[in-house]
């Protein structure tokens, strides 16, 4: 296949704001992709290259040639070239990947550059996310999207699904022999939000089942015999750093577990250490620090799947195994004894709460009905856009922050600026971060790619024309920089448009 039908495909799902018409766009190119290629079409519809690192940056497309006026480079050999840029290594390798690289670029189409660039820097703004993305190959495929999602559950990932439901000569039992793999991490089940316990007791059926809400890292633990896994809520692999866990998990008395959780520094008196130690702990080896884990829910036991089993008989089999090393829980059919239950966990420096449906299913990969989640104050994940210099006793620091939420149909929309919360500290930090993410500087703004997400905390909204949602952020506030997520999970503008009313 020639890559610029891919790229032209891309152009046009980025043109449209309408889902179902993104949706179509990717499912005519994926019923024209052949066999061979759908591996490579379908991450690189999901903005993603094959290989982890090709040693290309921004700078390394700051000077590129001019395009090409006839395309001629086809989809595996744009791949091949990637590849062979992520095998350099040694002396003289930046100069032979420049080479490599302008090769590639002077091959390319000026639509197919700006595809090319988007794949490299991780930006490529088509609004073609996973779940849409997901639902395309179920449509080219001609099966259910329900059981493609469930295979991307289970798989972990989009591309050996798309193989699977567009190259097998039975698409439906290919995709309905994905399962769950002890050692192979699922895809976690996520909340939604609510501003109160009564509107998350309110959504679901009673009795619900409150769970405390602990600021830590998503972890999912597995275990085969000694064999121990530890993985992130973007599945990526952290055994090695995290002994502690792993000698805790070792211990539990089942020879098979898939276990969901949280783990967090916890200081001598039982209250959670600042998140900043916990996610500085977890991405580095073994320290001073260390993480103690909790678990939330039970996936998988001595041979026995439970994701569809309901809730309450998923935690029976967690305490079985977890003992005190469950998360306290409160089971209960009163809003009343719920809201009380917030009131104390958060008194005891906990987070919030996770209200959940009783007999929901384990929803891996969503933002489940099922789940809702309860915070003490209004918060949102947050992509920054740009930065402004500061002044007074901030001059030569990178200081007020611009907001960004995310569009589904692609890029970000400005909800306002904040330089609120920041300490000298993060101060330093953000100068020097946003400092490597720099696009455009004219002085008094900086411009930056979208990737930091950061969490803020506000007191409310108030409609504005000034910003494009036309919704601002009344005192917002810097709680943390979340270098656990990247820019496809920070909140949508619709989720903050809904908080609006």
Same mark, same amino acid.
């Given at each position: 296949?020639?890559?610029?039908?891919?790229?032209?495909?891309?152009?046009?799902?980025?043109?449209?704001?309408?889902?179902?018409?993104?949706?179509?766009?990717?499912?005519?190119?994926?019923?024209?992709?052949?066999?061979?290629?759908?591996?490579?079409?379908?991450?690189?519809?999901?903005?993603?290259?094959?290989?982890?690192?090709?040693?290309?940056?921004?700078?390394?497309?700051?000077?590129?040639?001019?395009?090409?006026?006839?395309?001629?480079?086809?989809?595996?050999?744009?791949?091949?070239?990637?590849?062979?840029?992520?095998?350099?290594?040694?002396?003289?390798?930046?100069?032979?990947?420049?080479?490599?690289?302008?090769?590639?670029?002077?091959?390319?189409?000026?639509?197919?550059?700006?595809?090319?660039?988007?794949?490299?820097?991780?930006?490529?703004?088509?609004? !073609? =996310?996973? #779940?849409?993305? /997901?639902?395309?190959?179920? @449509? &080219?495929?001609? %099966?259910?999207? *329900?059981?493609?999602? +469930?295979?991307?559950?289970?798989?972990?990932?989009?591309?050996?699904?798309?193989?699977?439901?567009?190259?097998?000569?039975?698409?439906?039992?290919?995709?309905?022999?994905?399962?769950?793999?002890?050692?192979?991490?699922?895809?976690?089940?996520?909340?939604?939000?609510?501003?109160?316990?009564?509107?998350?007791?309110?959504?679901?059926?009673?009795?619900?089942?409150?769970?405390?809400?602990?600021?830590?890292?998503?972890?999912?633990?597995?275990?085969?015999?000694?064999?121990?896994?530890?993985?992130?809520?973007?599945?990526?692999?952290?055994?090695?750093?995290?002994?502690?866990?792993?000698?805790?998990?070792? !211990? =539990?008395? #089942?020879?098979? /577990?898939?276990?969901?959780? @949280? &783990?967090?520094? %916890?200081?001598? *008196?039982?209250?959670? +250490?600042?998140?900043?130690?916990?996610?500085?702990?977890?991405?580095?080896?073994?320290?001073?620090?260390?993480?103690?884990?909790?678990?939330?829910?039970?996936?998988?036991?001595?041979?026995?799947?439970?994701?569809?089993?309901?809730?309450?008989?998923?935690?029976?089999?967690?305490?079985?195994?977890?003992?005190?090393?469950?998360?306290?829980?409160?089971?209960?059919?009163?809003?009343?004894?719920?809201?009380?239950?917030?009131?104390?966990?958060?008194?005891?420096?906990?987070?919030?709460?996770?209200?959940?449906?009783?007999?929901?299913?384990?929803?891996?990969?969503?933002?489940?009905?099922?789940?809702?989640?309860?915070?003490?104050?209004?918060? /949102?994940?947050?992509?920054?856009? &740009?930065?402004?210099?500061?002044?007074?006793?901030?001059?030569?620091?990178?200081?007020?922050?611009?907001?960004?939420?995310?569009?589904?149909?692609?890029?970000?929309?400005?909800?306002?600026?904040?330089?609120?919360?920041?300490?000298?500290?993060?101060?330093?930090?953000?100068?020097?971060?946003?400092?490597?993410?720099?696009?455009?500087?004219?002085?008094?703004?900086?411009?930056?790619?979208?990737?930091?997400?950061?969490?803020?905390?506000?007191?409310?909204?108030?409609?504005?024309?000034?910003?494009?949602?036309?919704?601002?952020?009344?005192?917002?506030?810097?709680?943390?920089?979340?270098?656990?997520?990247?820019?496809?999970?920070?909140?949508?503008?619709?989720?903050?448009?809904?908080?609006?009313?």
């Amino acid at each position: 296949m020639l890559f610029v039908e891919l790229a032209t495909t891309s152009a046009a799902v980025s043109a449209t704001r309408s889902r179902l018409a993104k949706r179509a766009l990717l499912a005519d190119l994926l019923r024209r992709t052949p066999a061979s290629d759908v591996p490579v079409v379908s991450r690189y519809l999901g903005g993603e290259l094959r290989q982890r690192r090709t040693g290309l940056g921004w700078r390394s497309l700051a000077s590129l040639p001019e395009p090409s006026a006839e395309a001629s480079l086809t989809v595996q050999g744009v791949d091949d070239a990637f590849e062979a840029m992520a095998v350099l290594s040694g002396p003289g390798s930046a100069t032979a990947r420049g080479t490599l690289a302008n090769d590639l670029f002077a091959a390319a189409t000026e639509r197919e550059q700006a595809m090319l660039r988007g794949l490299v820097t991780g930006e490529l703004r088509q609004g !073609s =996310l996973d #779940a849409l993305l /997901l639902d395309a190959v179920a @449509e &080219a495929a001609g %099966v259910p999207a *329900d059981a493609v999602r +469930r295979a991307a559950m289970f798989a972990g990932a989009t591309e050996p699904v798309a193989i699977a439901a567009l190259t097998a000569s039975s698409p439906a039992d290919a995709l309905a022999a994905f399962g769950l793999v002890v050692g192979r991490p699922v895809r976690p089940m996520l909340a939604q939000s609510a501003p109160d316990v009564a509107h998350a007791f309110a959504a679901l059926e009673p009795p619900v089942v409150v769970d405390t809400k602990l600021d830590g890292i998503r972890i999912q633990v597995h275990k085969r015999g000694d064999e121990v896994g530890v993985f992130t809520r973007s599945l990526d692999d952290i055994t090695g750093r995290v002994p502690e866990i792993v000698a805790i998990v070792r !211990s =539990l008395p #089942a020879e098979e /577990l898939v276990l969901d959780g @949280e &783990a967090l520094a %916890v200081g001598p *008196d039982g209250r959670p +250490r600042p998140f900043q130690e916990t996610a500085s702990r977890s991405a580095s080896a073994p320290t001073e620090v260390v993480l103690t884990p909790f678990f939330f829910d039970c996936l998988h036991v001595d041979g026995t799947d439970l994701l569809d089993a309901p809730l309450l008989t998923r935690l029976a089999a967690l305490d079985a195994v977890a003992g005190s090393w469950a998360v306290q829980r409160l089971v209960t059919s009163s809003s009343d004894e719920a809201a009380q239950r917030f009131t104390s966990v958060v008194a005891a420096g906990q987070e919030g709460v996770v209200v959940k449906s009783s007999t929901a299913p384990y929803e891996a990969g969503r933002r489940g009905a099922g789940w809702v989640k309860v915070k003490p104050r209004h918060t /949102l994940d947050l992509v920054v856009l &740009a930065v402004e210099w500061g002044s007074g006793r901030r001059r030569g620091f990178l200081s007020n922050i611009h907001l960004g939420a995310r569009d589904p149909a692609g890029g970000f929309v400005m909800l306002g600026k904040t330089f609120k919360g920041m300490t000298d500290e993060m101060l330093a930090w953000q100068t020097e971060r946003f400092t490597e993410l720099k696009t455009d500087d004219n002085g008094w703004v900086v411009t930056v790619r979208p990737e930091q997400v950061v969490e803020i905390a506000f007191d409310g909204l108030q409609r504005s024309t000034r910003y494009p949602g036309g919704v601002a952020l009344r005192f917002a506030r810097v709680l943390r920089y979340r270098d656990d997520k990247n820019a496809a999970e920070a909140d949508t503008i619709d989720t903050v448009l809904a908080l609006a009313g």
